[in-house]
């Protein structure tokens, strides 16, 4: 339950698996998550957006993901530009 950071470079994870960890009571602390070069796009995504045990989370990266446009641009506005890292 005190886990800040979650690192999963190129696990393989999809957008079923980030769905999981967006609903996990587990990740409440969680301020940074890194999702690289994983096989996530908008549901993955949205999950996250609208998450509320992370709540707390300041930085999401994702660059090797494949959101859409207008996702992207959703997810700078709710971390804000400087905290997502896209690529």
Known sequence: A???R???????ITDVGL????GSPH????AVLDVTNNRIEDEGC?????S???????RFIFP???PSYRMKLALEER???DAVTLW
């Open 2 to 4: 005190g886990l800040r």
């Open 6 to 12: 979650l690192r999963l470079t190129g696990n393989g």
């Open 19 to 22: 769905q999981a960890l967006a």
């Open 27 to 30: 990740l409440a602390r969680l």
């Open 46 to 50: 949205r999950a996250v957006l609208e």
């Open 52 to 58: 509320v045990p992370l709540r707390h989370l300041r």
């Open 64 to 66: 090797g993901v494949g």
């Open 79 to 81: 971390y804000s530009r």
